[in-house]
Nanobody, 122 residues
């Protein structure tokens, strides 16, 4: 059973940066990040293959967010730059992807972390 623990969330002003971390126990392959704002559906943020060579991003994150991983530490990171108030959400780490082609679908992931709150003030 894979357990995921996120950290790094917090309050930041618009235009600022944050780096989220997700430490995994157990063997993981592809990993990803989703986010969910109040009253909204859980939204795909980014995913990364086990080797790190394949990444994908949600449209509104491209050019601002970067996903990376450090397999020796079984940890995936999400560097978020140029943050906007609309980035405010709970960010969830995900693992157990059924296929890379389905990375953008929350139903394609088997394991989830507890989430970390990111709040961007204007």
């Amino acid at each position: 059973q894979v357990q995921l623990v996120e950290s790094g969330g917090g309050l930041v002003q618009a235009g600022g940066s944050l780096r989220l971390s997700c430490a995994a126990s157990g063997r993981t392959f592809a990993m990803g990040w989703f986010r969910q704002a109040p009253g909204k559906e859980r939204e795909f943020v980014a995913s990364i293959s086990r080797s790190g060579s394949i990444t994908s991003y949600g449209d509104s994150m491209k050019g601002r967010f970067t996903i990376s991983r450090e397999n020796a530490k079984n940890t995936v990171y999400l560097q978020m730059n140029s943050l906007k108030p609309e980035d405010t959400a709970v960010y969830y780490c995900a693992a157990g992807l059924q296929s890379l082609e389905a990375a953008g679908k929350k139903t394609a992931w088997d394991h989830w972390g507890q989430g970390t709150q990111v709040t961007v003030s204007s």
